[in-house]
Every structure is written in C-alpha cells, then in structure tokens.
C-alpha cells in the first residue's frame, strides 16, 4: 500500500474540471452551513489522490464516498477504482448533488446523511461496505453526532472494511479533532496517518483505518 507517495503534482488552481465559479460556490456554502462545508475551499488533487490511493483496493468490491461536495475525491476515485467495484456517494447539500450528478454522469449519489449508509447500501441490495472514503468535516461534529456516524459505518462495513478520510492540519488543537483521532483508535484495530500535504489549502494529511 503506497500511503506515503506522492502523486504526480496537481495543476496550480486545483483539481481538474473545477471552475472559479465552482469554487465561488464552494466558499459560499462554506459561509453559509460551516458544520456541513469544512473548508474554504475544494480538496486540492494532491490530497484527493492520497486519500484514494491509501485503500486497498484488491479488497474492494463495493465503495461509499461520504460528502463528495463538488467532486474533487469523486474524480480520483473515478480514475482508480477498477471497472468492477461499485459506487455510490452519499451528500447531504442539494446544490452539491445536482453538481455531481451533472458532473459525473451515470454516478448513484443519494441525497441523505451518513447515518443511514446500511440502509442506502441495502436498498441497492449489498450485503456490506468494503471501503468508506470520506471528505466530512468531523472536527466540525458533535461527540453525537461523530459516535452516530462511526457507528452507522462499523454496521455497514465487511469484516475487513476500510476507512480513509483526511483532516486538516490547523484543526488538529480543537478538542473535536482530537476526540474523533481517539474514537478512531476505539473503533479501528489499524489506524495509520501520513505527512502534511501542504499544497492543499488548508494543510492536510490522510487517516487510514482498517478492521
């Protein structure tokens, strides 16, 4: 599992496909509902692609992404998941979903939270999840709201499930972030993070979890 290399650097304004106008839109739903939007602005591909090559990917048949916003993570997961493995996001903004669906056609994104991936998954008729690649803002939750969250997602992942997700280097002092890296630890056997992604705006770096 490459968790530490770098992919091939990302073009100056970001990740492909992206306009100022998606990122106008972007930062003003940042401003509206901070809880909900993380971050100023879309994930750079730098770290999109770290947070997508840190799976295992011969171990994934059936893949969830939770808030794929405005696609950033979508797209690295387009170009590398294999043609076999089956997909679906799952996003909670309206105008994010109209935007995917849009922007990725054919891609299953449901309109919902997190907290109902088993039974999302099960209306499609899998048995589980293998993999979660996930681009919310935990440090932004609850210890509610982070506990109904994890728990919906151990339920739904196999036996040998797998869980990436990144976080930003500035929010690692908040006391939500450190709780959640802890609740990691409580619900993961195999917790690993890698470097700094400094090109990202924020900093950011990847957890990677495995049972």
Known sequence: MRLFHDP?????????????ENYAGFFWEFVRDRRAVGAVAPSSQRLARHTVNAID?????????????????????????????????????????????????????????????????????????????????????????????????????????????YAYLTGLPLPAAKRFRAKLHQYFPHVKRTRTIWRNVPPAFVYYCSK
């Not at 091939?8 to 100022?20: D, I, T, W």
């Not at 992404?65 to 679906?88: C, L, N, S």
């Open 57 to 165: 990917w011969s171990r994934v048949q059936r893949l969830v992404e939770y808030g794929p916003g405005t696609g950033a993570i979508t797209e690295a997961i387009m170009e590398r998941k294999p043609p076999q493995v089956d997909f679906f996001g799952i996003e909670l903004n309206t105008r994010f979903v109209a935007e995917l669906k849009e922007r990725f056609t054919g891609m299953t994104v449901f309109n919902d939270s997190v907290a109902n991936v088993g039974q999302l998954a099960t209306s499609l008729g899998w048995p589980h999840v293998d993999a979660v690649i996930s681009g919310l803002p935990w440090s932004s939750f609850t210890e509610g709201q982070q506990d109904e969250y994890l728990d919906a997602m151990q339920r739904a992942l196999s036996p040998h499930g797998q869980f990436a997700t």
């Open 8 to 20: 091939p650097l990302p073009s100056p304004f970001g990740q492909a496909g992206m306009s100022r």
